[in-house]
Structure formats: C-alpha cells, structure tokens
C-alpha cells in the first residue's frame, strides 16, 4: 500500500461500534473529528467483536503489518478480562502486538479499559468486584507497556470512575457496551493525543 495519510485502529466490540445503532465506534468518530485538521484522512479498522489480544495477534495484526498508518490506535482487554485469560498472558500479548506495530515507525495511541464494573449489566453480577480487580490489574499491565515502548496513553478508566455513574445514557440498552454517546465521549478523550502525534508527523499544510 503506498505511503498515504492513514488511520489505522486494532480493537475489539468497541471499535466496531456494536451497541450503537449508526456511526460506527470510536475509530469512526475520531477519524471524522481527525479529519477538521487532516481531510485527507483515512480509516483502516480492523477491529472485531469479541476480540481478545490473542485475537488481535492471529487476524488482525497481519493485514496491519501490510499497511503503512500514519498512526496507530489500540484497545484491546476486556475481553481478556471477561474470559479470565490470566493477567500474564495478557501482558505478553501486549508485547507481541506492540513490537511489530513499533516497526511500523507511526505513532501509536493506546487506550486502557474504562471500569466496566460500573456498567448497569456488571452492576448486577455478584463478581463486580473480583470484574473490577481484574480491569485494575490488566490495566497496570497496559500502562507497562505504554511506558516502555513510549506510547501515546489514553486513561479511560479515571475518566470512567466519575463519569460513568449516574449516567446510563453513555451505555447502550444491553448495559454494557456504549452508547453512540458513549462512543462520542470516548473519541472526545482519545482526540487530543491523536492530534497531537499526527501534528507532530505531517505538517498543517499537507
């Protein structure tokens, strides 16, 4: 693929969209909002519901590695979480898609998860609390690896600790994934450090 001004994001439900019903997930959203200071923008999502970093590692990091982004964005856990892959695998998982994508010589915007043991369908479980240590410590896992390979780090899960209470508006009807709301917010948290790497690459003017 020739050099081109390209959005590449790997992810999961979130990125899809599922739970709003137009307008795609946050790649979409922040692709439109990119696009005010970037037109020419382009968005290759690869994506999938249910995905799991191992997942992101089997289909969706070779046809990134066949692409030339201009920058990267990555969110990817919960799942992780939900199906109980122990914490470690979690982490050497982490590295194996970063590494490559490192290769890549774009940026790379990672976002950690948002504490989903605050969800209205979570709320209600009898293991929201062992749900929510779980998202802490996979979440020091992917500060790990943002420090270390010096990645561009998203903290959506202080911005949910206040943010999602009281606001059920942010989650779609199954109470778990978002909202289109809550997809807009959480393009709105990941914009500025996008933006931020893409003016640091290309020029206003080009």
Do not use: C
């Not at 001004?5 to 439109?32: F, H, K, N, W």
């Not at 990119?34 to 997942?55: H, I, M, Y």
């Amino acid at each position: 693929m020739p050099a081109e001004l390209l959005y590449l994001a790997l992810g999961d439900s979130t990125a899809v969209g599922i739970g709003a019903p137009s307008g795609g997930g946050y790649p979409e959203r922040l692709a439109a909002k990119l696009r005010g200071a970037f037109p020419t923008l382009k968005l290759v999502n690869l994506g999938g519901s249910g995905a799991t970093t191992s997942d992101v590692i089997e289909i969706q990091l070779p046809r990134a590695l066949r692409t030339r982004p201009r920058l990267v964005t990555i969110g990817i856990g919960i799942n992780d979480v939900g199906l109980q892959r122990p914490d470690d695998a979690f982490a050497v998982n982490l590295e194996e898609i970063v590494v490559p994508l490192r290769k890549l010589a774009a940026p790379i915007v990672i976002a950690n998860m948002p504490d989903l043991a605050l969800s209205p369908a979570v709320a209600r479980m009898v293991e929201r609390s062992f749900y929510e240590r779980r998202i802490e410590l996979f979440n020091e896992h992917v500060t790990a690896t943002a420090a270390r390979h010096k990645l561009s780090l998203v903290d959506l899960y202080d911005w949910s600790r206040h943010a999602l209470p009281g606001h059920p508006e942010l989650f779609s009807p199954d109470g778990f994934h978002p909202s289109a709301l809550g997809y807009d917010v959480w393009a709105e948290r990941m914009f500025p450090a996008a933006l931020a790497l893409l003016r640091e690459m290309i020029p206003l003017s080009a």
